[in-house]
C-alpha cells in the first residue's frame, strides 16, 4: 500500500513538472521601427476652395496638391533639416515660408485663403 502511495504521488509531480516545462516560453526581443522623419500638414484658414488647385513645392521640388497633406488627414515626411516650404496657386504664392524641421516633429503651415 505505502508503494502504491508513492508511486502515485511519484507520477503526479512528473505529470506537473512535465506540464509546468511545457509552459514555460522562452524570453523573447521584440522591436519595432519607428518613423522620426518630420511631417508637414497644412491648415486652411477661410474658403478652402480657393487652395483647391494649390500645389506644395518642398525646395523648388513639387510634392503634391494641399488637399494630400491637410492637418488631421495626413503628412507629408521629409528628411531632417531646413527647408523652404512653398504654397502656389496658378501664379500666385499663397505661403512661402523657411523653417527647420528635426526629427519627431510634426509642423502644420496655415495657409489663408480669402
Do not use: W
Request: charged share 15%; with cysteine.
Amino acid at each position: 500500500m505505502i508503494t502504491f502511495k508513492n508511486k502515485a504521488s511519484g507520477a503526479l509531480c512528473a505529470a506537473m513538472l512535465a506540464a509546468l516545462a511545457g509552459c514555460v516560453q522562452m524570453p523573447t526581443e521584440k522591436q519595432t521601427v519607428v518613423d522620426q522623419r518630420p511631417q508637414i500638414t497644412f491648415h486652411v484658414n477661410g474658403q478652402a476652395q480657393r487652395v483647391a488647385g494649390a500645389r506644395v513645392l518642398v525646395d523648388e521640388l513639387d510634392v503634391g496638391a494641399v488637399q494630400d497633406y491637410l492637418e488631421g488627414q495626413a503628412s507629408l515626411r521629409v528628411l531632417p533639416g531646413t527647408h523652404v516650404v512653398k504654397v502656389q496657386a496658378g501664379g500666385n504664392v499663397l505661403l512661402m515660408e523657411r523653417a527647420y524641421l528635426g526629427d519627431g516633429v510634426v509642423r502644420p503651415f496655415n495657409i489663408t485663403a480669402n
